[in-house]
């Protein structure tokens, strides 16, 4: 016992060093060691963040250097702003006011021109609107003395702000006016509540709105004058992209599903395309809102009709969706007969080449803005495609037929088949494959409505007529 006693005593830390030796520590040290060793843990934990963290960055700037050209677009705007007050003069002209400036750069410089301009006209209408107001309200108060001037004061901050925030839950109203509809009540409650204090109240309100409008202003320049990002352009490049992966996706799915091959992983990135098209939603009706403030540039004239977007981005959600349950059909693939899936493989994609080379199209006639003679060729193509899938889908469903000589309940009870000169398929091998076919049918079908969007969109927008093999190599149409 008091060998074990002795052994335990003389146990004794050890460190391993960086060259693969050993050193002991006393006991006493062992408290240190370890908060040594802990701070020493937490210090490259650390380090690896900020690694990272930079790493991410600087893939950010690298791959998409526009956004790296806004941050210096607002740092360039604040550098200017904030003269007004390094500028002895120029602070002499707006004072401590300023500061007003300095915050509408801040809240109002978005990414795109479009976000810029309604953030500034909703700031400055906003502004204004409940400036006047204010003003008006503070007079009456005024006259109505001292005792009523509170009362009259908070009866018009409670009315006003409560009709204000209702119209803010109006559909047309929120779309486009809810951030000049939030800058009108708190404008309109910061000048009533400090009228009450300030003696001059006009010079005050004065002052903060021509600051506001400088700031405003700056930001519009700003934006517009160097390196622009439109947002109408964004919609219009992002519905395209999105036409472009629907189409990659589609071929894929199909590819996929009457490959041979086990491994699902190869083009797995290409096949899940199609979730860009189902998640963009917010971002297509934000910049289509936006859009509709930007003055007329690059191809874009005035009053383009950026609600077509909207309308041809509903469309191709309803074909990813279709396109969404393809890929469960995938998973089941090795459910489905062979010799059906072998029987229908042509067909199928036939249909989904025909209507990825639609999309691809209709892509390409958007990205030139001109419409295309092949149009009416390649949806022929494709109806005929269908024509033929539906026909070879009708004849395997005329071999099914119920087993032949059942003498008992339990043989009626057998599932049916289909029958051929030398196999017999179970009908729960007939099901995915046969799915899988009408779902690629239905996804042929839906594209119609996309391509009835895009010619909409042709007609308003007045794309040209070009010749297709112009257009395929992104000629320009040559006029007398």
Request: proline share 3%.
């Amino acid at each position: 016992m008091n060998a074990i006693n002795s052994a335990a005593g003389a146990a004794e830390w050890r460190i391993r060093m960086a060259d693969g030796s050993s050193e002991s520590l006393a006991p006493e040290s062992s408290l240190v060691t370890r908060m040594y060793l802990s701070f020493k843990r937490f210090l490259k934990s650390l380090i690896l963040v900020v690694l990272r963290f930079l790493e991410k960055s600087w893939n950010v700037g690298k791959n998409e250097p526009r956004k790296v050209i806004h941050c210096l677009k607002v740092g360039i705007a604040l550098s200017i702003v904030s003269l007004f007050y390094y500028l002895r003069p120029l602070y002499n002209g707006v004072g401590g006011t300023a500061m007003w400036a300095v915050m509408t750069v801040v809240v109002v410089f978005e990414y795109t021109v479009g976000a810029t301009l309604y953030k500034c006209l909703n700031r400055a209408t906003g502004t204004f609107c409940a400036g006047f107001l204010a003003i008006g309200i503070h007079w009456i108060a005024n006259q109505s003395g001292k005792r009523f001037e509170p009362i009259i004061m908070g009866v018009s901050i409670f009315i006003l702000a409560s009709a204000a925030t209702f119209t803010r839950f109006i559909p047309a109203v929120k779309a486009r006016f809810d951030y000049g509809t939030m800058i009108f009540i708190l404008t309109f409650t910061l000048v009533s509540i400090s009228g009450y204090r300030v003696a001059n109240l006009l010079s005050m309100a004065h002052e903060r709105v021509s600051t506001i409008i400088i700031g405003a202003s700056l930001c519009v320049i700003t934006s517009i004058l160097i390196f622009p990002i439109w947002a109408g352009e964004e919609l219009h490049k992002l519905v395209i992209s999105n036409l472009e992966k629907l189409a990659e996706s589609l071929d894929c799915c199909v590819a996929e599903y009457f490959s041979d091959s086990e491994d699902t992983t190869t083009n797995t990135k290409k096949m899940l395309a199609f979730k860009c098209v189902l998640n963009s939603k917010a971002s297509e009706e934000a910049m289509a809102n936006f859009a509709r403030w930007e003055p007329a540039h690059g191809l874009f004239n005035f009053q383009h009709p950026w609600g077509k977007y909207l309308k041809i981005s509903a469309s191709m959600r309803s074909c990813a969706c279709c396109i969404e349950a393809l890929t469960s059909c995938i998973n089941q693939k090795d459910q489905a007969s062979e010799l059906l899936k072998n029987q229908l493989t042509n067909s199928c994609q036939q249909v989904s080449s025909s209507t990825a080379d639609i999309l691809k199209e209709l892509a390409l006639n958007m990205k030139t803005m001109r419409k295309s003679s092949r149009m009416d060729m390649l949806i022929q193509e494709k109806n005929s495609a269908i024509q033929e899938l539906e026909t070879l889908m009708e004849q395997l469903s005329g071999l099914l037929i119920q087993p032949k000589g059942a003498k008992n309940e339990k043989d009626d009870q057998e599932k049916p088949v289909i029958r051929t000169s030398t196999n017999v398929i179970p009908l729960v091998e007939i099901i995915p494959t046969a799915t899988f076919a009408s779902l690629v049918i239905e996804i042929a079908t839906r594209i119609e409505g996309i391509a009835d969007a895009v010619e909409e969109l042709s007609k308003m927008a007045k794309f040209n007529l070009e010749d297709a093999e112009m257009i395929k190599q992104n000629k320009p149409v040559i006029k007398n």
